[in-house]
């Protein structure tokens, strides 16, 4: 009997402080609330885009080419906050929105947050800022969205940089992912980690492969977290990790033949390298740059050797072979660090 009354009480205790933590949240992040401790505030625009307020950054002369920077799942912009001028300053219109669900960009209920979704987005900013063309550079979930938009709206891409992309549905089967796409149980457990600052630094360690440092910093921590502690970040949450559906970029990866650079963390956790062989054997014009000493974002942990090869892509003054055939095991050692004090591989050979 007690054994009883011991677990009927653990559950009165654990909806008890469910409700508590739900009733807490805000929700939605509000701009103006934050604008004084954001990241480049003074270059944040917001623009309707079929009826969704959509927050983006953009900077540089509005006659150069234009680069497209698309965050990832659980992210905002902000991944992108060490390489947006510095790509802006090398001559280019740099875009940076936060997708549907995310960032300060609304979260609608009824919207139906789908990759398919997020790249008609993408291709409505770019409508709404009368930009015929762009390259798109898509980091992980973002990564998706770029290859939808090269597959759907083929004549509206430059170029395609893909950063770890997301290329199958293999992500969302990670341990905590499973649990959350349960139904009810998701419901319940999603804002539970979503608010919690002990799981993202847990997820701050999992992400990136170096140790202590301004990667870990509280203000990165809180700049990451910010925007998912709100009601809306977390059914937004739910519903896109229910509607995931990447199979078809990998199945129809042949059908891309846009110039496209594959940029990987030799160390990444959540789109390990192997991920990196299927897109190289299928498109026609892919190349790969490994990152030595590197997770799942080398924007954020490599700055400046980012946007530098970046720039050299969209330049057409990278020296980087073209993909190897079906002989090449990822991930060798195809880029080694020369000179040792650079995390970039670009020992090329002809």
Same mark, same amino acid.
């Given at each position: 009997?007690?054994?009883?009354?011991?677990?009927?009480? $653990?559950?009165?205790?654990?909806?008890?402080?469910?409700?508590?933590?739900?009733?807490?949240?805000?929700?939605?992040?509000?701009?103006?609330?934050?604008?004084?401790? *954001?990241? !480049?505030?003074?270059?944040?625009?917001?623009?309707?885009?079929?009826?969704?307020?959509?927050?983006?950054?953009?900077?540089?002369?509005?006659? +150069?080419?234009?680069?497209?920077?698309?965050?990832?799942?659980?992210? $905002?912009?902000?991944?992108?906050?060490?390489?947006?001028?510095?790509?802006?300053?090398?001559?280019?219109?740099?875009?940076?929105?936060? /997708?549907?669900?995310?960032?300060?960009?609304?979260?609608?209920?009824?919207?139906?947050?789908?990759?398919?979704?997020?790249?008609?987005?993408?291709?409505?900013?770019?409508?709404?800022?009368?930009?015929?063309?762009?390259?798109?550079?898509?980091?992980?979930?973002?990564?998706?969205?770029?290859?939808?938009?090269?597959?759907?709206?083929?004549?509206? /891409?430059?170029?395609?940089? *893909?950063? @770890?992309?997301?290329?199958?549905?293999?992500?969302?089967?990670?341990?905590?992912?499973?649990?959350?796409?349960?139904?009810?149980?998701?419901? +319940?457990? =999603?804002?539970?980690?979503?608010? $919690?600052?002990?799981?993202?630094?847990?997820?701050?360690?999992?992400?990136?492969?170096?140790?202590?440092?301004?990667? !870990?910093?509280?203000?990165?921590?809180?700049? !990451?977290?910010?925007?998912?502690?709100?009601?809306?970040?977390?059914?937004?949450?739910?519903?896109?990790?229910?509607?995931? @559906?990447?199979?078809? /970029?990998?199945?129809?990866?042949?059908?891309?033949?846009?110039?496209?650079?594959?940029?990987?963390?030799?160390?990444?956790?959540?789109?390990?390298?192997?991920?990196?062989?299927?897109?190289?054997?299928?498109?026609?014009?892919?190349? *790969?740059?490994?990152?030595?000493?590197?997770? !799942?974002?080398?924007?954020?942990?490599?700055?400046?050797?980012?946007?530098?090869?970046?720039?050299?892509?969209?330049?057409?003054?990278?020296?980087?072979?073209?993909?190897?055939?079906?002989?090449?095991?990822?991930? =060798? $050692?195809?880029?080694?660090?020369?000179? +040792?004090?650079?995390?970039?591989?670009?020992? *090329?050979?002809?």
């Amino acid at each position: 009997m007690k054994k009883r009354y011991l677990i009927a009480g $653990s559950y009165v205790s654990l909806g008890a402080a469910l409700w508590w933590k739900l009733s807490r949240r805000d929700e939605d992040v509000a701009f103006d609330e934050y604008k004084d401790v *954001l990241h !480049h505030v003074e270059h944040s625009k917001f623009a309707t885009i079929d009826g969704v307020r959509v927050h983006y950054q953009e900077a540089g002369d509005v006659n +150069a080419p234009t680069i497209v920077l698309i965050h990832g799942f659980t992210a $905002s912009n902000f991944v992108w906050r060490d390489v947006f001028l510095p790509l802006a300053d090398a001559g280019y219109r740099v875009i940076a929105p936060d /997708i549907i669900g995310f960032g300060f960009t609304e979260k609608p209920r009824g919207h139906e947050y789908t990759i398919d979704a997020q790249a008609r987005m993408i291709i409505g900013l770019l409508d709404e800022l009368k930009i015929d063309r762009a390259t798109l550079v898509g980091s992980s979930y973002g990564g998706a969205i770029a290859c939808v938009c090269a597959l759907d709206f083929a004549e509206r /891409i430059e170029k395609l940089v *893909l950063v @770890s992309p997301v290329t199958n549905d293999a992500v969302k089967n990670q341990k905590l992912l499973r649990l959350a796409r349960v139904p009810l149980m998701g419901d +319940a457990l =999603s804002p539970l980690m979503l608010g $919690s600052k002990t799981l993202m630094r847990f997820r701050m360690k999992k992400v990136y492969a170096r140790g202590a440092g301004p990667l !870990h910093s509280v203000e990165r921590m809180e700049a !990451h977290h910010r925007p998912l502690r709100t009601a809306a970040a977390q059914r937004a949450f739910m519903k896109i990790l229910r509607r995931w @559906s990447a199979n078809r /970029i990998e199945e129809q990866a042949a059908n891309i033949t846009h110039p496209t650079l594959l940029v990987w963390g030799e160390k990444d956790l959540d789109v390990p390298l192997k991920n990196a062989a299927p897109m190289l054997e299928r498109m026609p014009n892919a190349r *790969l740059v490994v990152f030595k000493n590197c997770g !799942h974002l080398p924007q954020e942990e490599f700055a400046p050797d980012f946007a530098k090869l970046v720039v050299e892509y969209c330049e057409d003054r990278l020296n980087v072979p073209l993909a190897p055939d079906e002989s090449f095991n990822v991930p =060798s $050692s195809m880029f080694n660090i020369a000179p +040792a004090t650079s995390p970039l591989n670009l020992e *090329l050979g002809t």
